[in-house]
């Protein structure tokens, strides 16, 4: 792919970001992406040929961004440190908090509640990481609960529950930081 395709496809997915977090993935249309991205139509369905592959192209580009933001995170983790991932992707978790990156997930999830076979498409990529943070060093189910945790103060965020700043997220954050340190906590 040409750097001005790439470029063309990232503003497209952009505009398709920014538009589901305003108006929701009911109303958005190809039409109204292409006039988002200020391109053609026939400029957008050149990258995406309906509305299912574009969400998959965002599916894609959160995925892409979620790698990225986990391997900034790791590269501050000392290298043979059990618990390592695990770490690096809680702090991921709020880092998309404090970023208010979690609020602005609110149209991609509805996209994958009213399109779930779409997830079934990338549930490898998705899945990935948290298989791998099962053989992070630490016990899997301690490491799974720490996950499940972090996505948990995430979710409460993504759902309106608590606000980014809460010192709910910053309190929960710093315990499951603390319990990652610690070999085995008992079941």
Request: some cysteine.
């Amino acid at each position: 792919m040409t750097i001005k395709a790439d470029h063309s496809k990232t503003k497209i997915l952009t505009a398709a970001m920014a538009l589901l977090e305003r108006c929701g993935a009911r109303t958005l249309t190809l039409d109204k992406v292409a006039h988002e991205a200020g391109v053609s139509k026939g400029g957008l369905t050149h990258h995406f040929k309906s509305k299912p592959d574009l969400f998959l192209g965002l599916i894609d580009m959160v995925i892409a961004t979620m790698n990225d933001q986990l391997a900034e995170q790791l590269a501050l983790e000392p290298k043979d440190a059990p618990g390592r991932l695990t770490r690096a992707y809680m702090n991921c978790n709020l880092t998309t908090i404090r970023n208010g990156e979690a609020q602005s997930m609110r149209g991609l999830i509805e996209m994958v509640l009213a399109m779930p076979d779409l997830v079934a498409k990338r549930r490898h990529g998705l899945l990935e990481v948290h298989g791998a943070i099962e053989q992070d060093g630490l016990d899997p189910v301690q490491a799974c609960a720490l996950a499940a945790a972090s996505d948990g103060c995430w979710m409460n965020v993504l759902l309106g529950l608590w606000e980014p700043q809460d010192p709910r997220v910053e309190s929960v954050h710093a315990y499951l930081m603390v319990l990652s340190r610690k070999a085995k906590v008992a079941r």
